[in-house]
């Protein structure tokens, strides 16, 4: 909340709340008969209505600057929420350079678990000639790099 709003909140509930007072006056100096107290209390009646209104307007432009203010806060977080991802990714391009060897984590697999899975039902079974698939960061290689018996994890 910046300064216009508050101050736009606060005069015009004042100048509201004035204007309810002014207002009991005059209705006072109706029952009464008395029209030139009628007369001011309309008058200060409308004065504090005008203010009312232009504090209103001040809060109005408050307002505005406050989602202004916002939008661009937001703007400006996307654009470093992007910057941020770029250099990551960057970065990870530049780790995955052709030549350098890529920490890998691998499983061996059994004599036993190898029987079971040549032993398995038919209908469970993948496409035969389908060769394994390996998963790394720049995608899937169909073309295995390491022998049958082991399984390879990107770390």
């Known amino acids: 909340m910046n300064i216009q709003m508050m101050e736009g909140l606060v005069g015009a509930n004042t100048n509201a709340r004035l204007s309810g007072t002014s207002m009991s006056v005059y209705r006072q100096a109706s029952a009464e008969g ?13 004065e504090c209505a005008e203010k009312a209104v232009k504090y209103q307007e ?55 678990a190898k029987t079971a899975l040549k032993n398995r039902p038919a209908e469970t079974e993948e496409t035969p000639g389908r060769d394994p698939i390996i998963y790394t960061e720049s995608g899937a290689d169909a073309s295995p790099e390491e022998p049958e018996s082991t399984f390879s994890l990107l770390a």
Do not use: C, F
Not at 35 to 45: D, I, N, P, S
Not at 73 to 101: D, Y
């Open 34 to 46: 008395d029209t030139e107290k009628m007369k001011r209390a309309l008058g200060y009646t409308g």
């Open 58 to 112: 001040k809060l109005d432009k408050g307002m505005k600057a406050e989602a202004k203010a916002e939008r661009e806060k937001a703007e400006l977080q996307r654009e470093a929420a992007i910057e941020k991802r770029r250099a990551e990714r960057r970065e990870a391009e530049e780790g995955a350079e052709p030549g350098r060897p890529q920490q890998r984590d691998t499983v061996q697999i059994s004599e036993a």
